[in-house]
């Protein structure tokens, strides 16, 4: 069915037709709206049985998530950047015990300085942490791949983590196709865990191991996400057939044939580039995109089949290795070994900062001409930054930098150094 | 297997797993049909009383709800001693997180059962979280506060063996004044641990007023089982605080064990008492009242107290406390 409504709402209510057991959410902006709306339904009774549990911080939401799933129960969360790290032990650990907790993660900046504004700095600090991680671009899509992350985590028994750019997508309306109970059941079968706690049967979880076979262990779980390399694109097909819509899967090319540049990003900021590619496109110019969805475990080989044609890659990115560059154009470099090609790394639109249609179009046109700089930062106010290097030269105690930056551009009341 | 009378000669009430009394005031361990819930061969040290705890606890549980129980278990002796993988002592279904989440693991599952149940998709079962002092008292004690105010249907077990013992007997916010451990050593001119009066849990649970809180030690382990007993009589939230004597962390001899436990409770430095709904109910009566020296002086974690000077102070300091507790928990009469 058609309707108009916020992203959050929308999955809450595609999360609530995947009949979860226990849902628990600690609130952080972004995240709140979603988790709002499934107590809202939990508590009316329109999602039932299930039990929504109130806790006390991220850990402990994680924590509950990770006792109902190995109770049985499906388990969800969300959450988003502190809140996000505040819980990262216990997101190791679910994946560790496999267990097919669906979280989503509203992504967002991580302080300090404190910022409650989009990018991907948080679930790209949990990239090594086990976890499936789908990055979606638009609403309809993060709706659609909280139902396919529930079918797959539960087959692998592996957690998933479906990531929505924070307020971009969280909370825009948008016209959204809101599937059926009916289809959703047919898609989705009932959770059967491979480990259950159970009176019946005995076992014990998660057991002290040595290194006799901790290796093996951790080897085991990277097998694991290279199936779902395989599992996600039949997953995506089969969701297709009952839906009606492509949705998910590994990557997607947008106008690639016969490319000379090709532009990397994941999430909303695809919807920009698309249109600057568009627009660059009509005056003749040999540009497209590749969205990548499955950020975890990384297609890599889908990305070098994507990437092939191309002279040159330029790879947007709403994260930061710091003291390296990219964290994504470090995963696309890898993909990229052995292509002779040119390789740019723009670090954009931290913190919220807007990432525009001109700003990308210049970057293009340089990028075309090969004359970017390898790292580069997307409308980086270079005054501000030589201010502060400046100032930090002149006296040892000069204040904290936020606070300094943000008196230079009169945000905060003068007092000078 | 129905139960076998045995015959022995010892007489009294009190001897030999009770074994001589009617079979319903029998302890769960006298039984031949015990339920072996955390069996042999695990690899605790010798004289454990977490180990001996949490045998009795979990038996009396398992007995309380005819084997219908659940355990999580935060990282600790508890776990590491029971589960070298790919041995586990455990006979129950038993989940290991983490250090600091048990209780919100205990939440999830209780939360997952009860959906199940409300599915008739499984029978009654409850829920036992367990952890030892510091996984409760300090790193999860935000977890467990958040279970006690939501009033989760979990019977959470503390195993206090006052310290950090996992790790190599580090202190613990459990860990008594004056005593020393490998981060309160005994230098200075206050050896050991700095004096305040400690976090003791059992109060601070009683004021999330939950239904059930108690506390005990290995000397009476008929107690220890009467309470888990009691405590599964009722739903919501329950705390258990039992106190374990380590050889290893106390400077003990392994056959002292019990003896340290029983000293703990006749000097009043640990109270045993049990409260519902916030307000207490009973107190175990000192039998024996005994100055605190009888307690601090056999373990080597109290020696620089008596050695090379004699520190009255600190001493007279430790007697206060456990006066307070004979006070505040009335335990000369035992109510
Ligand atoms: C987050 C975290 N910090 C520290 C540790 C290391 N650690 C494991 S067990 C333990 C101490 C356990 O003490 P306690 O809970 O009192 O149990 P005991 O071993 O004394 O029975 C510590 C510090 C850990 N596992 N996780
Ligand atoms: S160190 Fe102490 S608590 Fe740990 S196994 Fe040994 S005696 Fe038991």
């Known amino acids: ?417 | 297997m129905s139960y076998q009378p045995i015959k022995f000669y010892q007489t009294g009430t009190f001897t030999v797993g009770n074994r001589l009394l009617p079979p319903e005031q029998r302890s769960v361990q006298a039984q031949v049909k015990r339920y072996n819930s955390i069996n042999s061969g695990h690899r605790a040290c010798q004289g454990c009383g977490e180990a001996l705890g949490a045998r009795y606890a979990i038996d009396a549980a398992m007995e309380a709800t005819n084997g219908r129980v659940i355990c999580a278990n935060a990282t600790g002796c508890l776990e590491v001693f029971s589960t070298p993988y790919p041995e586990t002592s455990w006979q129950v279904p038993w989940l290991h997180s983490l250090f600091g989440n048990t209780a919100a693991v205990a939440t999830g599952i209780a939360a997952a059962l009860k959906v199940k149940m409300h599915k008739g998709e499984r029978r009654h079962i409850r829920v036992v979280a367990q952890g030892g002092d510091g996984g409760t008292t300090d790193i999860g004690f935000g977890c467990l506060s958040g279970m006690f105010e939501r009033n989760d249907d979990v019977l959470y077990i503390c195993y206090d063996n006052n310290g950090y013992m996992n790790t190599g007997v580090q202190r613990s916010s459990a860990t008594p004044p004056a005593a020393r451990t490998t981060t309160t050593p005994a230098a200075g001119p206050e050896p050991g641990n700095p004096f305040g009066q400690g976090k003791f849990v059992p109060a601070i649970a009683m004021a999330h007023e939950i239904p059930y809180v108690a506390t005990a030690t290995v000397a009476d382990l008929r107690d220890l089982e009467a309470k888990v007993r009691r405590a599964m009589e009722f739903h919501g939230a329950r705390y258990l605080h039992i106190l374990v004597p380590c050889p290893l962390g106390w400077g003990t001899q392994p056959n002292e064990t019990i003896k340290m436990a029983r000293l703990a409770k006749e000097t009043g430095l640990f109270p045993v008492f049990e409260a519902e709904y916030g307000e207490q109910k009973s107190a175990l009566a000192i039998r024996h009242p005994l100055p605190v020296e009888e307690y601090l002086k056999p373990q080597k974690r109290f020696a620089h107290l008596f050695a090379p000077k004699l520190r009255t102070e600190a001493i007279a300091r430790l007697q206060a406390l456990a006066d307070r507790n004979i006070r505040k928990y009335k335990l000369l009469e035992g109510m």
């Open chain 1, 1 to 417: 069915m058609l309707k108009q409504c916020e992203g959050s709402r929308a999955v809450a209510e595609a999360v609530a037709l995947c009949r979860p057991e226990v849902v628990c959410a600690y609130p952080i902006s972004p995240q709140t709206h979603i988790v709002e709306a499934l107590g809202e339904m939990v508590k009316a009774g329109t999602l039932s049985p299930c039990e929504f549990i109130n806790v006390e911080s991220e850990f402990a939401a994680m924590s509950v998530a990770i006792g109902a799933s190995a109770a049985g129960a499906r388990s969800y969360t969300a959450t988003a950047s502190q809140g996000l790290l505040f819980m990262a032990e216990a997101v190791f650990n679910a994946s560790g015990l496999g267990l097919p907790i669906v979280m989503t993660v509203a992504n967002r900046a991580i302080g300090a300085p404190i910022n409650i504004w989009n990018d991907h700095s948080d679930a790209l600090a949990m990239r090594d942490a086990g976890w499936i991680q789908l990055f979606a671009e638009n609403n309809q899509e993060a709706l659609d791949l909280h139902i396919q992350a529930f079918r797959l985590g539960e087959e692998l028994s592996l957690p998933v983590m479906v990531c929505m750019d924070g307020f971009i997508l969280t909370h825009a309306y948008e016209r959204v196709d809101m599937p059926t109970q009916e289809q959703v059941d047919a898609y989705l079968p009932k959770y059967e865990p491979r480990q259950v706690l159970d009176p019946a049967e005995p076992v014990s979880i998660g057991a002290m191991v040595g290194p006799e076979a901790f290796m093996e262990v951790r080897y085991l779980a990277h097998a694991k996400q290279m199936e779902a390399l395989k599992l996600i694109p039949a997953y995506a097909a089969e969701f297709c057939s009952i839906f009606g819509r492509d949705s998910g899967g590994l990557t997607h090319t947008y106008r690639c044939e016969d490319a000379e540049t090709i532009v990397v990003a994941m999430g909303s900021v695809l919807g920009t580039i698309k249109d600057v590619v568009d627009e660059m496109r009509a005056q003749g110019h040999k540009i497209g995109a590749l969205g990548i969805t499955l950020f975890r475990p990384f297609p890599l080989e889908g990305v070098r089949a994507g990437l092939a044609g191309a002279k040159r890659v330029v790879v947007i990115e709403k994260s930061m290795a710091v003291g390296l560059g990219g964290i994504l154009s470090t995963n696309v470099r890898m993909a990229l070994s052995g292509l002779h090609m040119h390789g740019y790394t723009v670090i954009a639109g931290l913190g919220g900062r807007a990432i525009t249609k001109k700003s990308l179009t210049e970057l293009f046109l340089k990028a075309e001409k090969d004359t970017l700089e390898h790292v580069t930062f997307l409308d980086l106010d270079w005054a501000m930054v030589n201010k502060q290097l400046e100032r930090e030269k002149a006296h040892r105690r000069c204040g904290p930098v936020a606070e300094n930056l943000l008196r230079d551009i009169g945000v905060v009341a003068a007092r000078n150094y």
